[in-house]
Each structure stands twice: as structure tokens, then as C-alpha cells.
């Protein structure tokens, strides 16, 4: 429903796809969107290219995408018409283990739980009914906190889940297949996984979304879920340019909603004395997340991996078992470097073949390490891989790292290489970025935040942006208009 004045502006700064999606929201509205773009390429963290050797197709940041296809707001655009195809490996995630042998994770439920032997029934008693109702709870646990939830009875079940320590939650599971599968799809959180809230909840999420939707990738790279957007925003009027940086909103010209897909921190800069003095506080004080330490590769033959089952699953989780992988992420919130840190591995090639070059292979992956970690871990990556797939070395035949730095620089909302826009400890998972009543509005009249630091998170499913585009059209129409103040020639200091 068209709720904008005829001919009234909103510019989005940002087009990660969480600007694209508010974006997209906005222009559905009526209003003439312009997104902003600093890089040269659109897209953020949902970029790919040929980062190794040339023919070899590497996703930049966002990769396995658990929560795309179950996304509600990214399905209702109905992607699949703008050439999104998602893609599945025969095996979604393994988890090896010293011993040799490995867990696995099946979009099938029944085909998980018979691999997990004794601990075959309590997994599918306790990710059965999230599988079967994640539509249901998606809707819920996909946006803000502080709005009453549509299903209830649903979103208590799994809360009283997910505020046990991942450590207490694994107690129901005998094997150390099923408890290292449970943790490292916890460790997605970047947080201790002896937190209460923070691990529980994720992991929980992320293998109920396996059940129903599978661990899928998009068929010729994450980038062309950002292209599909693109489309959808120039089909409903709205127009991207490049390569301008905003550094303050007095460079934009007058506008009646301002989105800004912007780190807390980034957002301050750009805002300013313009912000309330309590937003300006919860900004300065949001914490980023611990840092990701990228390895790309060209692989011949593929990883030699102990366990055939690796060798057949587009993500592997590279921490050994649940004790390990707490250790690794409690020393990198202590701020030192893990002898083996936690690696997640992504071999989207299974799935995606037209990725490779004959039997060359690319092959994803990230280590966590401390944030703003200075050294070099790619050393630490490459002991990881030859741990559980001894050989690998010897089928190197490119690599490419990013450091926190470097990742950083590649994208400014990346803070101190934080990929997850914040720190999931129990409070910010609950209150991003800040506890009001509309936690996307930064107070200043017309300009709300849509970051991955904004509920519900990090993840390609562009519902922060979503739900910020959904509470300003919501003051749009009771009359609360603003915007940039329009000081000066939009770009015209950022422009490069």
C-alpha cells in the first residue's frame, strides 16, 4: 500500500542486503528510494569473485546461507524470478572429530538422528517440533523483541531452551557426535558457549532452519541474491549509485526517510550531535563482536578428509568436540589467538559445481580469533584442515587471506573484523543496539538504523532491513517527517 506523499525521498545508505531490503520495502511504499553505495560493488558481505585463480568462484564474506530460503521476508519477494536457485549438498554440515569419524547434518530429520545412533531420539525430540513449526517461528524470532509475538506458546518452548548454556543443553546427548554438532552450530554466535541465551539460541535456530530448509547456497555465488534485490528496487523505481561515502547526513539533500545499513559505531560518526544524547551513549557503548580471519583456497582434487562424509557436506566445522570448541571460543574472548581456533569450511563447489574449474576447486573458510587481531592466522587454518583431512597442503595450489584488518577495510561496518555486526552477549542479543520501543529509530526525526546490529542479527535474510523500513513507514504516516537536514551537495566530500 502506497503510504508516501508523490514524489517524496528516502535514501539508503548502505546496500548490504539489509539496506537493499529496506530499500525494497520503501519503494513498495511509493517512496523514490536512492540507495548509497561507498564500494565500487553493491552487496556488503553478500559478494563474490574470483578471489584464487581465475574460473574459481569465491563467496567474500556470506556463504552457506541457513537462513535465506526461510527467510519471510526474502521469500514473499519470490527471488527464484530474479535468478535466485538454491543449491544443496548431499550432506548440509559434518562435524569431524579426532577419532576419525565425524557427525552429520541432514536437511532430513530422520536421516540426522539415525546417524547419531544412541542419541538419535532425543535429537529428534528436541529439533522435531522446531522443525516442523520454523515457519511459525521464524516470524517471531526473525524481528524485534519487544512486540508481542504471534505464536506464543510456540516462542516460550524454544525460549526455555535457549537460555540454557550450550553445555547444559548438550546433556541430553550421550555421543560426541551429537554434542560437537550442537556446538559448533553454536559457535556461530561468536560467544562463549558457556553463556546462558547467546549460543543456545543460535545453534538452536540454525539447525531447526537445517530441518526445514537445509544449509543451501545460491547457485553462482551469494552474489546473486544481492543482484536479485537489485532488481527488485529498480523494478519498483529505485536507482543504486556507487561509489560515494556519506560522512555525515549533511551531505544528503532533503529526505523523508534516511536508513542508514550502518555499524552502531559507523552510524555515530555519520550522525553525529544530531543523535539524542542517550542514542549517541548506546551507539558509543555497543560492543563489536570478536574478529573472523578469512582463508580463501584453490584446491586440486578436493580436501582429502578422514571422514567420506566431509567429503560430500558443504560446510564443515573444524573444532573437534564440544569441550574443544568451548575452549577455543573462551580464549578468544580472553583475547588470545587458540593453538586451534574454530574454523567453519565451506565447500559450496558440492553443491554448486559451475564454482570450480575442471578438478579445481575453491574452497571457504574462517578461523574466529580475538577482535582487531593483528597477526597473521592462516597458518593456524592450514593446521586445522591437516588435522582432520591430513594431505591438504599438498592439493594447495592458491590461497588468499583477509586478516581483521583487511576485512575491516573492505567493509567499515566490519568492525575490528566483526562480521556479525556486535557481540552476542545475552544483553545485546536481546536489546540491539539499544532498549527502546523501536530499537531500528535513531531519534533523530526520518532516520532509522537497518544494520545486522538492529533485531534480529546477523544472517542473509534481510529482515533487520525489513522491519527498520516497516517502523519508519509507520512514522512516515503519523506525520513524522525529516530526514538528512540537506546540508550541502549529497556526496559531493565522499565522493571517490
Given at each position: ?18 539496506g537493499?531490503?529496506?530499500?525494497v520495502?520503501l519503494?513498495?511504499a511509493g ?5 548509497l ?19 574459481l568462484?569465491h563467496?567474500?564474506?556470506?556463504a552457506?546461507l541457513?537462513l535465506?530460503p ?8 519470490g527471488?527464484?524470478?530474479?535468478g535466485?536457485?538454491?543449491a ?5 554440515l559434518a ?8 557427525g ?5 530429520l ?12 532425543a535429537w529428534h525430540?528436541l ?7 520454523f515457519?511459525?517461528?521464524?516470524g517471531?524470532?526473525?524481528g524485534p ?6 505464536h506464543?506458546?510456540?516462542l516460550?518452548a524454544?525460549?526455555a531452551?535457549?537460555?540454557r ?9 550421550r ?6 554438532l550442537?556446538?559448533g552450530?553454536?559457535?556461530?554466535a ?8 547467546s ?13 526445514r530448509?537445509?544449509?543451501p ?11 536479485a534485490l ?5 523494478e519498483?523505481g529505485?536507482?543504486i ?7 555525515s ?5 532533503p529526505a ?9 559505531r559507523?552510524?555515530l ?5 544530531r543523535?539524542?544524547?542517550r ?7 555497543w ?21 567420506p562424509?566431509?567429503?560430500?557436506a ?13 575452549d577455543?571460543?573462551r580464549?578468544?574472548h580472553?583475547?588470545?589467538l587458540p593453538?586451534?581456533p574454530f574454523v567453519?569450511?565451506g565447500?559450496?563447489?558440492l ?21 582487531g587481531y ?12 591437516e588435522?582432520?583431512?591430513p ?10 587471506t583477509?586478516s581483521?584488518r583487511e576485512?575491516a577495510a ?13 557481540a ?17 529509530w535513531?531519534?533523530?526525526p ?8 538492529t ?7 534481510g529482515?533487520?532491513g ?9 512514522r512516515l504516516r503519523?506525520?513524522?517527517?525529516g ?11 565522499g565522493?571517490?
Amino acid at each position: 500500500m502506497t503510504v508516501a506523499a508523490d514524489g517524496e525521498q528516502a535514501i539508503v545508505v548502505g546496500s548490504g542486503p539489509n539496506g537493499l531490503a529496506a530499500a525494497v520495502e520503501l519503494a513498495g511504499a511509493g517512496l523514490r528510494v536512492t540507495v548509497l553505495e561507498a564500494a565500487a560493488e553493491i552487496g556488503g558481505g553478500t559478494r563474490s569473485g574470483e578471489l584464487t585463480l581465475p574460473g574459481l568462484l569465491h563467496d567474500h564474506c556470506a556463504a552457506v546461507l541457513p537462513l535465506g530460503p526461510g527467510s519471510p521476508f526474502l521469500r514473499g519477494l519470490g527471488l527464484e524470478r530474479y535468478g535466485v536457485a538454491w543449491a544443496h549438498p548431499e550432506v548440509d554440515l559434518a562435524h569431524p572429530l579426532d577419532t576419525g569419524s565425524a557427525g552429520a547434518l541432514h536437511r532430513s530429520l530422520e536421516r540426522t538422528a539415525a546417524g547419531l545412533g544412541v542419541d538419535g531420539a532425543a535429537w529428534h525430540a528436541l529439533f522435531e517440533p522446531l522443525g516442523t513449526g520454523f515457519d511459525a517461528l521464524a516470524g517471531d524470532l526473525l524481528g524485534p523483541v519487544l512486540r508481542l509475538p504471534r505464536h506464543p506458546v510456540r516462542l516460550a518452548a524454544f525460549a526455555a531452551r535457549a537460555v540454557r548454556t550450550v553445555p547444559g543443553l548438550a546433556r541430553r546427548f550421550r555421543t560426541p557426535q551429537a554434542r560437537a554438532l550442537l556446538a559448533g552450530a553454536a559457535a556461530h554466535a561468536f560467544h562463549p558457549l558457556e553463556a546462558p541465551l547467546s549460543g543456545a539460541s543460535i545453534g538452536l535456530m540454525l539447525i531447526a532452519s537445517a530441518h526445514r530448509y537445509g544449509w543451501p547456497v545460491a547457485r553462482g555465488g551469494t552474489r546473486t541474491v544481492t543482484d536479485a534485490l537489485a532488481a527488485v528496487l529498480r523494478e519498483r523505481g529505485g536507482t543504486i549509485e556507487t561509489g560515494i561515502r556519506v560522512r555525515s547526513l549533511a551531505e544528503l539533500p532533503p529526505a523523508a526517510v534516511v536508513m542508514l545499513d550502518l555499524a552502531p559505531r559507523v552510524a555515530l560518526a555519520v550522525a553525529g550531535d544530531r543523535l539524542p544524547p542517550r542514542v549517541r551513549r548506546a551507539y558509543a557503548r555497543w560492543r563489536p563482536g570478536p574478529g573472523a580471519f578469512k582463508v580463501d583456497l584453490a584446491v586440486e582434487g578436493g580436501l582429502p578428509w578422514r571422514d567420506p562424509v566431509c567429503a560430500v557436506a558443504g560446510t564443515v566445522h573444524l573444532g573437534g568436540t564440544l569441550e574443544q570448541v568451548a575452549d577455543a571460543e573462551r580464549e578468544v574472548h580472553r583475547g588470545r589467538l587458540p593453538e586451534r581456533p574454530f574454523v567453519l569450511v565451506g565447500q559450496q563447489y558440492l553443491a554448486d559445481p559451475g564454482r570450480s574449474r575442471g578438478d579445481l576447486h575453491p574452497v571457504w573458510a574462517y578461523a574466529h580469533v580475538p577482535a582487531g587481531y593483528p597477526g597473521d592466522a592462516t597458518e593456524a587454518v592450514l593446521a586445522q584442515l591437516e588435522r582432520f583431512a591430513p594431505g591438504s597442503r599438498e592439493r594447495i595450489v592458491a590461497i588468499r587471506t583477509r586478516s581483521t584488518r583487511e576485512l575491516a577495510a573492505y567493509n567499515e561496518n566490519f568492525i575490528g573484523g566483526d562480521i556479525i555486526g556486535g557481540a552476542n552477549t545475552p544483553w545485546q542479543l536481546a536489546i540491539r543496539p539499544r532498549l527502546a520501543p523501536d530499537p531500528y529509530w535513531t531519534g533523530i526525526p526520518g532516520v532509522h538504523l537497518c544494520s545486522a546490529a538492529t533485531p534480529p542479527g546477523a544472517g542473509v535474510h534481510g529482515m533487520c532491513g525489513h522491519h527498520a523500513a516497516r517502523a519508519a513507514l509507520r512514522r512516515l504516516r503519523r506525520g513524522e517527517r525529516g530526514g538528512s537536514g540537506g546540508q550541502g551537495e549529497r556526496g559531493a566530500p565522499g565522493r571517490h
